[in-house]
């Protein structure tokens, strides 16, 4: 498995199976998403990983707009939206490192990203559910 590169799942179309076998390996409260689409004859130059998502339990009491207010000075809110009591707010805190492998995705999710983004949502006081990191495709 430490071999398998990311675009060996892209080429046998199994994007879910590389979700599933990076999640296997997070511990709470963090997960993966791959936005990676295999569109053909488009040449993905590399796999980057700046974006993130943070979940909150909202309820009647909550704002999107107060929470928007608070993230929006440290990292740039690119979507906001409320489904099922859950509020999820995406944003993208820098250019974000790249990666190849699984082992390079927990290794950034872990060494580079998580801390940053943790202390931050910690000393902006917001208790999240959940902390969503994205890969994204490079064209």
């Known amino acids: 498995m430490k071999n398998v590169t990311i675009w060996d799942y892209v ?35 590399a796999y980057f990983m700046p974006c993130f998502k943070v979940f909150y339990k ?15 000075p440290e ?14 707010i995406e944003c993208i805190a820098h250019e974000g490192p790249y990666a190849e492998t699984i082992p390079q995705i927990l290794h950034n999710i872990e060494y580079y990203l998580s801390p940053y983004i ?10 999240f559910v959940r902390l969503q990191f994205l890969i994204d495709e490079m064209l």
Do not use: H, M
């Open 58 to 72: 909202f309820d009647e009491n909550s704002s999107l707009e107060n929470i928007i207010s608070l993230i929006s």
């Open 118 to 127: 943790l202390r931050t949502l910690v000393e902006l006081k917001l208790d």
């Open 11 to 45: 080429q046998s179309g199994k994007i879910q199976d590389l979700e599933n076998d990076v999640r296997n390996q997070l511990p709470q409260p963090f997960d993966f998403e791959a936005r990676i689409y295999n569109l053909p004859k488009i040449n993905v130059l």
């Open 75 to 88: 990292f740039e809110v690119v979507d906001a939206t409320v489904l099922n009591g859950e509020a999820c």
